[in-house]
């Protein structure tokens, strides 16, 4: 089944970036101490495992990555929870994408073959695969206004959890939340402004669950 092959392939490049990312973060040095926005070395081996946890970008892939399990067992899943966990995968992936393609790419130079890959797979392949696989294969309908509400529960956590963290550790996985730099005023603000970038998309997708042909 069509639906069953494209989504395990998204479920098996998520796993094989993963890995690759976690023998880069084994292979970053623990020494100097280091705490600059979004690098992984400098620190021991379990804070630099959860400074990988800790991305948007990480946590958008392995998202997509169960969605994508569970829809190889089952391409009509259907749950009220299942529903809230689809659409985070959709909307955090999307937006991942689109972030890093019009910003971040500008700024951030992969080294080496681990780090191209596992960058290429996380912030393109993926998106693509997965907002592709939706407009193919759906299922559809499942998202509806209590849904994206649901949805919004995931991001408000992430933004909350850097921040407390950022305030523990002194590192930020992103320079927008990087209180240490532009303070909580500022922080805040694009605080805002990512919620609402989450909830607009998530409304373009509850959109285009109406508006596009069923799939289930």
């Not at 392939?9 to 280091?34: M, N, Y």
């Not at 990555?65 to 809230?84: F, H, N, S, T, Y």
């Not at 919620?195 to 998309?201: D, K, Q, S, T």
């Amino acid at each position: 089944m069509p639906s069953r092959l494209w989504n395990g392939a998204i479920a098996a490049l998520v796993v094989f970036g993963l890995v690759l990312q976690v023998v880069i973060t084994v292979r970053a040095p623990a020494l100097p101490p280091a705490h600059a926005v979004g690098t992984l070395s400098g620190a021991p081996l379990a804070t630099r495992l959860v400074r990988v946890a800790s991305f948007f970008t990480i946590q958008s892939n392995v998202l997509c990555a169960v969605v994508a399990a569970q829809l190889v067992r089952d391409p009509r899943r259907d749950g009220r929870i299942w529903r809230m966990v689809r659409l985070d995968a959709l909307l955090g992936i999307t937006i991942t994408g689109i972030v890093y393609a019009t910003v971040l790419a500008r700024i951030h130079e992969p080294k080496g073959w681990e780090q191209t890959v596992s960058n290429a797979i996380f912030h393109y392949v993926v998106p693509i695969m997965t907002v592709a696989g939706w407009l193919l294969f759906g299922p559809r309908p499942r998202i509806d206004a209590a849904t994206v509400a649901r949805a919004a529960i995931w991001p408000l956590a992430w933004i909350v959890y850097t921040v407390v963290h950022g305030e523990l550790s002194d590192w930020y996985p992103y320079p927008f939340v990087d209180v240490a730099t532009h303070g909580y005023a500022r922080v805040s603000v694009n605080a805002i402004g990512v919620l609402v970038v989450c909830v607009v998309v998530a409304a373009g997708y509850l959109v285009g669950d109406r508006r596009l042909p069923a799939r289930s």
